[in-house]
């Protein structure tokens, strides 16, 4: 239930700092930073220099979704 929301606030705010990122999910941000590690495991997200943004094959995956 996380997941799609996750790639969708990360694909809108590329590059943004997780703690923005966790307030705007409206969630802890070291609970939304466990779960970025588990998208990005998976090859959907990578981390910048500040913030994250997402892969080729997690925008695939979000277009997928709907």
């Keep these: 239930p996380w997941t ?3 790639l969708r606030l990360i694909a ?3 590059g943004t ?3 923005e990122l966790a307030a705007a999910a409206n969630r802890p941000r070291p609970e ?3 779960d970025v590690r588990k998208l990005k ?3 959907l997200t990578e981390s910048l220099e500040v913030g994250y943004r997402l892969t ?3 925008r695939a995956v979000l ?3 709907g």
């Design 4 to 6: 799609r929301p996750t």
């Design 12 to 14: 809108d705010h590329p």
């Design 17 to 19: 700092v997780s703690t």
């Design 32 to 34: 939304f930073k466990v």
């Design 41 to 43: 495991a998976l090859g």
């Design 56 to 58: 080729r094959l997690g």
């Design 63 to 65: 277009k997928a979704s």
